[in-house]
């Protein structure tokens, strides 16, 4: 075993003993499953190897408690053909239903949603500090929060609440192939505001930035007085944004080799 390194963790900032962090929470793509990725700098398939020494045991612990647990339990159980939350919401009552989802409340259906909210900052959190090495040897170029990098650090750290002017959307995705294909934090293109989606074992994710996200979006918050959860049909927006990262994976292939340092 490789001794663990002393470092400056950097969600707490304190001096401590580093340990081995994973980009992507290894349960929820065991090496049985061969599953397909896409990122802009790699695709292919199997789990993700990301892992790096990152943040210290107590940060790990954080994170575990306040996000992963209870996301891992409805949507990564031991038994890997069960999709938990799916099942959840096919026997429960949704309080909206539209052409595009249908909402349900977290509330109705005993679903932790603050901590739904909670991983999927903390994944982008994760995606832009570093780069994270992927199955392939690639590397993921870290995405940029800008203004909100801090505050969302300070929330991960239990040191604020969740600043107003974040939102995150969660949707059940219903089709067989987002349940075989996911994709890490990317810039959502082509809308006038700012947001990253990523998609996890048939669990799509989007972290809105700022009081410029239309308000129906803000509505749908699953962190927000509704608790809002969706189930959707995503097929089509999981192959496009599948092929789009292939494209752009293709033209920064030159460049995507070179691991960044933690800034
Ligand atoms: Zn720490």
Redesign the pocket.
Known sequence: MTERPIGI??????E?TIHESHFIPNALYPDAIELEYATPASSGTGGPQAKKHL??????H?FNRNGESEVLWHIAPKTQKKFPLHDLLKQSSPREITPAYLRFSGKDIGVKMDHFAYFALSLVWRGAITSWPMPDGNYTTPIRLGNYQEPIRRFL?GETPLPPDIFVIVCVCIDQESQSVWYEPAPVQGVPYTAFGFLMRGVYFRVHLGSDTPKDIQNRNCAGPFKAIHAIHFERDTLETHARLKETQRRARSTSSVPLAIT
Not at 9 to 14: N, V
Not at 55 to 60: I, M, P, R
């Open positions: 963790c950097p969600l707490c900032g304190l401590k943040l210290c045991g107590d940060c790990e954080l750290a």
